[in-house]
């Protein structure tokens, strides 16, 4: 996950999106011990820095992951010149892309997290172990745990809506004030023309910390607030307390590759979390009860068979 930001000025259009309901009873049911599993299973390769070893084992247990649901997945691939190693990296996004059970393929909605971790641990207290790369079971596996468990519902009972699930690549590459050396995947997937593609998009990081508390972040309140407000309106009506009704970050994500690029969209993320970038973020942190909570959200939107919100 990114860092903090305050004060950063987006020239960016605002697109304006509206409020809507769904029959919250329609909604499968979200296992959120199998996502806990997907999540020990990310971290059970190793830190997946890009351009290792660890990584590409990842991208191919992903890869088998929806092929085994048949969910047709691709790949978006680019190369990175970083100026830290002067070598050129290759990174992988992978887009996998639900089906409907209506007609209408054309609208379709966004859903991603980053299934890279990040490269050095520079909040570790102990100096030694600033420049290991980290576990990141929070930071990149818990999104991408979340999406999984989201793909085991919609191939069972698919939705009335079209959903991409973009996992991106590079999105905790940069030294801490590099700022253009962030998300890295999801600006390469936002170059690719989808400002009339996506109704839009929701990002999901750091989301499964033991000690949850989801707060409304500022640039997803700023842009897209009434998307946002329909994420905390439905966690409210199920009852899931871990999502607080009130902006508390102001945080750089790869939702603002999407706003930047015409797609509305917020971030759902625990801000909240004392293991950010040290080599504690492990397992062990983690539960699947946090996961849970934020994909009975989810699912519940999408499920409420809108392909925009308004």
């Known amino acids: 996950m990114r860092y903090r930001t305050l004060g950063l000025c987006l020239l960016i259009l605002f697109v304006a999106i509206g409020g809507c309901s769904g029959d919250l009873t329609k909604t499968p049911e979200f296992d959120g011990q199998r996502a806990y599993q997907y999540l020990v299973d990310q971290v059970g390769f190793g830190p997946r820095v890009p351009g ?95 999406l999984m468990e989201l793909a085991n519902l919609f191939a069972a009972k698919p939705p009335a809506i079209g959903i991409d699930i973009a996992l991106v690549d590079g999105e905790d590459w940069g030294k801490e004030s590099d700022h253009d050396l962030y998300m890295l995947g999801s600006r390469e997937f936002a170059r690719h023309n989808i400002r009339n593609r996506y109704k839009y998009g929701i990002v999901v990081d750091m989301v499964g910390d033991k000690d949850q508390n989801i707060y409304k972040e500022a640039y997803s309140e700023m842009y897209a607030a009434k998307l946002n407000d329909l994420v905390f309106a439905t966690a409210a009506k199920l009852g899931v307390h871990t999502f607080i009704d009130s902006v508390k970050y102001t945080i750089q994500d790869d939702h603002l590759s999407l706003i930047t690029a015409g797609v509305p969209s917020v971030d759902i993320i625990d801000f909240d979390y004392p293991y950010w970038h040290t080599v504690q973020d492990t397992s062990d942190k983690c539960s699947g009860e946090s996961l849970a909570n934020v994909g009975r959200v989810l699912a519940t939107i999408l499920y409420s068979g809108r392909e925009s919100i308004e």
């Open 52 to 146: 290792t070893e660890a990584s590409a084992k990842c991208r191919d247990y992903l890869y088998r992951f929806f092929d085994s649901l048949k969910i047709a997945v691709d790949s978006q691939e680019f190369n990175f010149f970083d100026p830290y190693s002067a070598r050129e990296i290759r990174m992988v996004n992978i887009i996998a892309s639900v089906t409907p059970i209506g007609t209408d393929t054309r609208s379709r909605v966004l859903l991603m997290a980053h299934y890279d971790s990040r490269p050095r641990a520079e909040h570790s207290v102990d100096p030694a172990m600033q420049e290991r790369p980290i576990d990141g079971a929070n930071d990149g596996a818990s999104g991408v745990a979340v």
